[in-house]
């Protein structure tokens, strides 16, 4: 600390002499009324100890007795991201599955697409060979001719000849040539014929215009009784 009186405080009177006891303590009150500005450094406020920080012996303590516990919480981080892996390795083959189950119904649906435009065509192609069947089974039936109430067993042994002579003899049809049959048989198993009603007789004429002159034949004459 400075002193109050050093050589700039005390003057000297005008004859020479160091000032008196009186001049001394005036030169002390002027040096007290007007302090020189000194520089002092201000101490970094100390950290007071609260009784809730615990010593650093026990917090250290309190840490090693931790570790153990968040080792055990790492393991369980650690499988946790392992299941993680797992699942989403599932879920990209999952979405890799679907992906080739989609790009296939795609397929599909496109070849499904391209039948159901082509539908129209193959409905005007069904028509056209629903009437050409129409037509050849017209044309295949054309030489049938069916005999009704024929009894039972009346053709004998050959039911062709039974055929012919009932043309000519009954219905006195004159063919040129002797009529030729495709195939001359009765409709129906024979179980279900009965007296009353005897099965028909159905005739296949080689020549339709034949089974066409016996046709006009009965309906010109009628029924004939046998």
Same mark, same amino acid.
């Given at each position: ?9 005390? $003057? ?11 001049? $001394? &303590? ?7 009324? &007007? @302090? ?33 516990? #968040? ?8 499988? !946790?991201?392992?299941?993680?892996? #797992? ?14 189950? #989609? ?9 499904? %697409? ?10 005007e192609e069904l028509r056209t060979l629903r ?5 050849? %089974?017209? $044309?295949?039936?054309?030489?049938? #001719? ?5 009894? %039972? ?23 040129? @040539? ?20 005897? $099965?028909?007789? *159905?005739? /296949?004429?080689? /020549? ?6 016996? *046709?006009?034949?009965? !309906? ?7």
């Amino acid at each position: 600390m400075r002193p109050l009186l050093d050589s700039h405080t005390v $003057r000297e009177m005008p004859n020479g002499k160091a000032a008196g006891k009186h001049s $001394r &303590q005036l030169l002390f009150s002027e040096a007290i009324a &007007q @302090p020189k500005t000194m520089t002092t450094q201000v101490a970094p406020p100390r950290h007071t100890p609260s009784s809730a920080d615990p010593p650093p012996l026990e917090a250290t303590d309190r840490i090693l007795q931790e570790i153990p516990s #968040v080792g055990r919480r790492l393991e369980e981080i650690d499988l !946790k991201i392992t299941d993680l892996t #797992v699942a989403s390795s599932s879920i990209r083959t999952d979405i890799a599955s679907f992906r080739e189950t #989609v790009n296939n119904l795609d397929q599909r649906l496109t070849t499904e %697409e391209g039948q159901i435009a082509a539908i129209p065509d193959q409905e005007e192609e069904l028509r056209t060979l629903r009437a050409k069947i129409t037509d050849l %089974e017209d $044309r295949s039936r054309r030489g049938n #001719v069916r005999f009704f109430g024929v009894p %039972e067993q009346k053709e004998g042994s050959d039911i062709k000849d039974f055929i012919k002579s009932l043309l000519i003899d009954h219905f006195g049809i004159e063919f040129s @040539p002797t009529p030729k049959f495709q195939r001359v048989h009765r409709i129906g198993p024979p179980h279900k014929a009965s007296a009353n009603k005897p $099965r028909p007789i *159905i005739a /296949c004429f080689l /020549c339709h215009e034949q089974a066409r002159q016996v *046709i006009s034949a009965a !309906k010109t004459q009628g029924p004939v009784s046998l």
